[in-house]
């Protein structure tokens, strides 16, 4: 960044303020950009960018013979009930997922893979492939970003 010493009127010579100089808005462009090249992707398998997350988590569990509480999903996405919520009972009335409520204690739900979004997997193997594609990246190049933006999460939410 530029000197950011008060100038004769007291204002910062390079403005703090400025669109070009957030780092939030680089972010937030950014964000926009990449789920904008997954929506294309995604349609073929009839998701929408937050239900494709919500299947990756799945597809994790999975694989690892678990089934997730709707609380561990939500921690991992960082995302609150009111907004999980809806994702998961769409993804159940498409029979992707199903949802069930522990009879020990109610307020716990988990929530196990269905046949048909086990099956789904197998297609959505191509999606990260085609996106470093379209990006122009190798995995080489997507890895450190991806290293990097998580290291800029973690200094925010320890920050806080």
């Given at each position: 960044m530029k000197n950011h010493a008060?100038?004769?009127?007291?204002?910062?010579?390079?403005?703090?303020?400025?669109?070009?100089?957030?780092?939030?808005?680089?972010?937030?462009?950014?964000?926009?950009a990449v789920t904008g090249r997954y929506r294309p992707l995604l349609a073929e398998l009839d998701l929408t960018y937050p239900q494709y997350l919500v299947m990756l988590v799945m597809w994790e569990a999975d694989g690892r013979g678990e089934t997730p509480r709707v609380s561990e999903i939500g921690e991992r996405l960082r995302l609150d009930s009111g907004t999980l919520t809806p994702l998961l009972r769409r993804l159940e009335q498409r029979g992707l997922i199903t949802r069930r409520r522990s009879p020990e204690d109610e307020r716990v739900v988990t929530v196990a893979l269905a046949e048909a979004g086990a099956e789904l997997h197998d297609r959505a193997r191509k999606v990260p492939?085609?996106?470093?594609?379209?990006?122009?990246?190798?995995?080489?190049?997507a890895g450190q970003l991806r290293d990097d933006l998580r290291a800029l999460l973690n200094r925010l939410e320890e920050s806080t």
């Open positions: 008060p100038g004769a009127d007291g204002r910062l010579q390079d403005d703090l303020l400025t669109l070009d100089n957030q780092v939030c808005f680089a972010l937030y462009a950014l964000n926009r492939e085609r996106l470093l594609c379209e990006l122009g990246m190798d995995a080489a190049e």
